[in-house]
Every structure is written in structure tokens, then in C-alpha cells.
């Protein structure tokens, strides 16, 4: 890695956010790192600023998306219906023994194109009967993780197209990195984002005041969504506190207030405003109509299979499990780049997931058994998946118990 693609006092900033904020580790704490091979370099650092500030060890677990694409073009075809027991027993006993998780994001979007769709969905299947009591613990807050994102040369050249050179691939995703997560080499990242955090969470208790009976949403790109909440649903965004009491950031960047729809509370139709990225593979030009909470059709003009895969792979995925706002005026909106991550685009545009509602989204949720979590309205479900539908014309009105409307967004930003 060449150093004139960023200066040092960036990448130390960044890396210090995302060990310190991020996973927040602490003295004595075990930490995974997971990360693609390429980004070898990116890795060793953040190893060694986790044991700066108190890690007592820290582990690797490699990947590499031409290796994932070479299983599964070769591999012999029943391995497809299982999860290797290690990798499970890995994260299981790094979970149950308290460590931490970092994942550093740099996949190729389109790493796994052209490969047998039924072989992605078997072995997403598989993984997530195989992973439920790790991605339980991840999404009640039983451990502390984060996702952070470094550029590879393959997501570079996707995301900047037209760039001259690899490198300078590279260097523009560098930089635009850095303005989204709030780094640029003065060393104030930590205290801007104790500003941005303020912010977010003021307008979290805002909407927690409200307590919306439904919401609105309404664009000119198709979206005419009525959607009911839970009685007892709580807004989230900005900081996380996991159960043993300690604050995190899972995603890094973060721009989203979000909560869980009623899961059969869900009636109209939301159209994709950016084309998403689902197990390697692209989807664009979708529509998704609901009724009563469930999916009844969709369409997309480029990889309807996909969002059939997407759908249908994993039980109650045809629901609803998270409704994010987003402002159109965000550091990652205004600079107007498709970066094809999830991470970064979820972070630029109102969302919603399919899949499993995040446990915390009602009152006491984090100690329900998966039976009152359902009961209390929201969904449970083995998979999560984001797609976006924010525009610049976004309109969203709550409905208070007493049926006083409150504009939320107006042309795509709070008016709270
Ligand atoms: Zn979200
Ligand atoms: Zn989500």
C-alpha cells in the first residue's frame, strides 16, 4: 500500500475511533478482527491499536472474496447445506468468553456474480441456523461489535469508475472515507462525533416522546407506505449500550434513528432509491408492496432473483424489521457517491430491513424470549438485510394516539 494514498494521521484517527468508540474495547478484553486478506496492513495496525488501549489479546479471522467465489464455483455441492462446525465454535466461545468483534468492510460488490443463486441461498440457510446464538448476542447487545469499512482496489474501481489509475481508485475512496466518519487528520474525530451523537439523540427522544401510533411515508420515486408501530416501540441511533452497560458504536458511520414497524402493520409500496447489494450479487429498479406486514409482490429490473433469494430464503424475511431516517443533508448523502456498501449507503437515505427487528426496538425487548418479542410486534427472523429508499422529496407524517399529525421529514430532512 502506497503511502500517498493517505496520510497516516488519518488512518490513526480512524482506527482509534473505531477501537476506542467502535467496539469500545476494554482493558483485558478479548478482540476479533475479521478482515479480507488485502486489507492485511489495516488489520495489523488496528491489532495494535486495540492492544494500546488495553486489548489482553487479540484474533484474526481472514477472508477473501476471490477465495468465497472460488468455493463456490468449485466446491463439491453438499457442502452448501452446512456451516463448518469450527467457524461456529470459533465465534461462539470468542462471544460466550466476552470479546469483542470488529469486521472491516471492504468487499467487492459484485464479488460473487455469475455464481449458482441456489448455492448462495443454501448456504446463507445453513449459516443461519448454524450462527443464531452468535447473532442473537449481536443483536441484543450480548457483545459489543462494530463495522468499519477500508477501501479494497476491486470496491474502488466500482464505486469510482472512471478514476485514471487503480490508485487513484483507491485514494478517492480513501478520502471520502474520512469525510463520512468525520476524520481529517486535526484529531477532533472523537469530540465531532460527540456532537453528531448529541444530535441524533436528540432527535431520537423527540420521536420517543411522540409516540407515533403510525407513520407515513410518501415520495415521488413510488413510495406510499402506512406503517403501524409497536405500542411499546422504542427509537434507537447514535450510541448503543450493550447489556453489560457499556456504550458502542455497531456501525461506523452512523447517521440513522430507527425503530421496528408493527410486523403486520405494514400496508403500500416502497421503491429503491439506489441499487443494493445482496450476497455478492446487485439488485436495482426494485418495488416491494406489502399488505398486513407481508410481502405480496415486488419486482426489481435488475436482479429479481435475488430479491426472491432475499425474500424467500429465510423464514419471516418477508417482513419487516427496521425502519431508519436518514437525512437527505448527511455527510455521506451530500457527497453524492453510490458507494455500493450497505454500510455507507444505508448511512445516506431512509432504510428499511427485512428481517428480524433489533430486540430493543420495544420496551424490555432485549430480555424477551423470541415468543413475547413477536407478541409485543415486531418480527423475528435469522436474517436482516437493509435497502434504501430515501429521495430529496421524502415526506414522512406521524399519527399520535390523540390523531394529531406531525410532520417528521419534509423534502427529505427532519423538520423536528
Ligand atoms: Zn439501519
Ligand atoms: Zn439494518
Known sequence: MSKTLFSEAYLDEYLELVIRHGVNIQKGQELLISCPVDCAPIARKAMAVAFKFGAKN??????????????????????????????????????????AFLRIEASDPEAMKGVDPTRLSRFTKASSVAMKPYFEKIITGGVRWSIAAVPSEAWAKKVFPNAASAEDAMKSLWESIFTAVRVNGDGKAVEKWQAHKDALNRRRNLLNEYKFESIQLKNSAGTDLNMKLPKNHVWKGGVDIAKDGIEFLPNLPTEEVFSAPQLDGVDGTVVGTMPNV????????????????????????????????????????????????????????????????TLYDENASCHLAL???????????????????????????????????????MKIVGTTASGEKITVFENGNYVI
Open 58 to 99: 487479540v484474533h484474526m479471522r481472514w477472508g477473501d472474496d476471490i477465495c468465497g467465489r472460488i468455493r463456490f464455483l468449485e466446491a463439491d455441492d453438499s457442502i452448501f447445506d452446512t456451516f463448518p462446525e469450527w467457524d461456529k465454535l470459533m465465534m461462539e466461545s470468542l462471544a460466550d468468553g466476552g470479546a
Open 278 to 341: 445482496f450476497r455478492g450479487n446487485l439488485i436495482d429498479g426494485y418495488s416491494i408492496t406489502f399488505k398486513d406486514g407481508k410481502v405480496v409482490s415486488f419486482d426489481a429490473k435488475v436482479g429479481k432473483e435475488h430479491l426472491e433469494g432475499m425474500i424467500k430464503d429465510i423464514k419471516n424475511m418477508d417482513m419487516l424489521g427496521e425502519i431508519a431516517l436518514v437525512e437527505h443533508d448527511s455527510p455521506i448523502s451530500n457527497m453524492n457517491i453510490l458507494f455500493y456498501n
Open 355 to 393: 428481517g428480524s427487528a433489533y430486540p430493543d426496538c420495544v420496551e424490555g425487548g432485549g430480555t424477551m424470549s423470541e415468543e413475547e418479542r413477536v407478541a409485543a410486534g415486531i418480527n423475528v427472523c435469522d436474517g436482516h438485510h437493509d435497502f434504501m429508499f430515501g429521495s430529496a422529496d
